[in-house]
């Protein structure tokens, strides 16, 4: 047993519950408009700051509660590290990961790259955690830890098969469903009746890579479906654009990325970007022309939303702009219009950043390497101060800090600070009278959820915990429990099934593939333009 155990422990989260897919699902009507519905009035945001020295200092309680596992304790530290070596497991983590949790698995990894040039201990997002898990079992790994929701252990499991390592089990860190607002939204009869809609139109379905394997299967048997990132969702429409006359894309299930992405076409039409811009910038084939005719053929789901970036709405975005002039923001493609709108429009500018987690923490990375940089070459006695609104889920602290603090080491810059700021409002947070527990789930079922039903933090991910997680490697040690074991592999709804006479496994792997050939060869693979052009 750890030596401090998990401020909140086990706590079960069960904000929905799961049933037979595209039968008797919830209608989802809490979250079926593109727009966040309750006040979220705040003059200030809670806050941590990044010292020149490396240090950290937090504003509010919710901050509070986010910094003070981000220099986790050093036996606790030790002690998980022990059992993931003796185990011999591989973690693949997402960026969304408890606070609390990453923070040790980044200190171990750390220890492991000081050893040896690899590590068995991966955060990331949902795409690349696959990738990861195949490097650490070529390196030797005889199991892997993913820690996230129940379709990225999923995802990882069926990338892991694809490269010959599908004898290598995944497992989940708890044996209850890890469900997910986005994903769910598209496990119910409004979106089959939705896909079917499309089946005389020339569609392509670009689905977002945060679905279930069985989402992607029975899309898949209605019309041609692809996966996407949120870092190559306009990359994918420009491509198949180009390459499909009379096209039309049918995006879904994040509502609010499909909007987002309309409207940054849209931005691009009104910013006046001329033919050579278009195609110099965006995409060689495209022109102002195509990017019109384009963003006219997006077909948006509506009625699918996460229930963190529900969070960041109209109060919010009006403390931003009152309070937060001189901040840079980032939005993830996820959030509400209203959010999105005022990071995109910093980022026409160079003050912030629209995109992907991975395409937030390169922005921030950027910026402050690049005031280091200047504060080397033009010393000042002054302390300068870089803000980051960071308009998505909160546990991205963690991966920012340390990129933050790696370079402040390297540089050995004494002049600049970083304040990430958490878009935040008082109702989202919960106090408590416990001089050690600041602050406590909230009344959603999640740290910093909201009464109407927006998170600052995924309820979902927090299910995955330290405590749990030894409990994986104390299992995998002894060998004992066998049984116990095989109730945290990953859901194995499509074993052994057919759809149409396909089997459903490869009906669902088939979108992940095609999203591949795109990212490795920059073209649509030719069986899936024969299907649409057939």
Not at 121 to 144: F, H, Q, R
Not at 415 to 439: L, W
Not at 505 to 523: A, C, N, Q, T, V
Request: contains cysteine.
């Amino acid at each position: 047993m750890f030596a401090i155990r998990s401020r909140i422990g086990r706590v079960g989260i069960s904000l929905s519950k799961r049933s037979k897919l595209f039968t008797n699902k919830p209608s989802f009507q809490s979250l079926s408009t593109a727009s966040a519905a309750y006040n979220q009035t705040v003059e200030a945001f809670p806050s941590i700051v990044i010292g020149s020295d490396g240090n950290l200092s937090a504003q509010g309680p919710f901050a509070e509660s986010q910094a003070q596992y981000l220099k986790p304790d050093p036996d606790t530290v030790q002690e998980l590290a022990e059992k993931l070596e003796q185990s011999n497991m591989g973690v693949v983590a997402h960026y969304y990961m408890d606070v609390e949790l990453q923070g040790v698995l980044t200190s171990i990894q750390k220890q492991q790259l000081a050893q040896s040039s690899t590590s068995k201990i991966a955060i990331a997002d949902s795409l690349a955690m696959g990738d990861y898990a195949v490097e650490m079992c070529k390196n030797g790994a005889t199991s892997i830890a993913c820690l996230g929701v129940d379709f990225m252990s999923e995802s990882v499991a069926t990338i892991m098969a694809r490269n010959g390592y599908g004898h290598v089990p995944v497992y989940r860190a708890t044996s209850q469903h890890i469900g997910c607002s986005l994903a769910e939204s598209a496990e119910n009869d409004s979106y089959r009746a939705w896909l079917q809609s499309g089946q005389d139109q020339n569609a392509l379905h670009v689905v977002y890579i945060n679905t279930s394997l069985e989402t992607k299967a029975v899309s898949n048997s209605i019309i041609p479906t692809i996966t996407c990132t949120s870092s190559n969702v306009m990359a994918t429409m420009l491509q198949a654009s180009s390459e499909i006359k009379n096209l039309q894309i049918m995006y879904g299930p994040d509502t609010y990325m499909g909007q987002n992405l309309v409207t940054m076409f849209t931005s691009i039409l009104n910013a006046g970007w001329d033919d050579d811009k278009i195609a110099s910038t965006l995409h060689p084939l495209h022109n102002r022309a195509t990017i019109e005719k384009l963003r006219d053929s997006i077909n948006v789901f509506p009625n699918g939303n996460c229930v963190v970036h529900h969070m960041f709405g109209n109060e919010v975005v009006k403390t931003v702009k009152e309070n937060y002039n001189d901040a840079y923001v980032t939005a993830h493609l996820e959030v509400p219009g209203e959010m999105f709108e005022i990071a995109m429009e910093k980022s026409l500018e160079d003050r912030g950043v629209v995109g992907s987690t991975s395409d937030i923490l390169k922005f921030i990375t950027k910026k402050v390497e690049a005031a280091v940089e200047e504060e080397l070459k033009h010393p000042s006695s002054e302390k300068r101060r870089l803000k980051f609104i960071l308009g998505t889920e909160a546990g991205m602290v963690t991966s920012i800090v340390k990129s933050i603090q790696d370079i402040i080491e390297t540089a050995k810059s004494m002049n600049v600070e970083t304040e990430i700021i958490f878009p935040v409002s008082s109702e989202a947070v919960a106090g408590t009278d416990d001089e050690d527990i600041t602050v406590v789930p909230g009344v959603a079922g999640g740290e910093g959820c909201s009464t109407a039903g927006g998170c600052a933090t995924c309820p979902f991910m927090k299910m995955n915990d330290l405590d749990a997680l030894s409990d994986i490697a104390d299992m995998v040690i002894q060998n004992d429990n066998e049984v116990k074991l095989k109730s945290h592999l990953p859901p194995q709804r499509l074993a052994g099934m057919k759809i149409d006479g396909k089997d459903a496994i490869d009906l669902g792997s088939e979108p992940i593939l095609y999203m591949r050939h795109f990212m490795k060869e920059k073209s649509m693979p030719q069986n899936l333009v024969e299907k649409l052009t057939s």
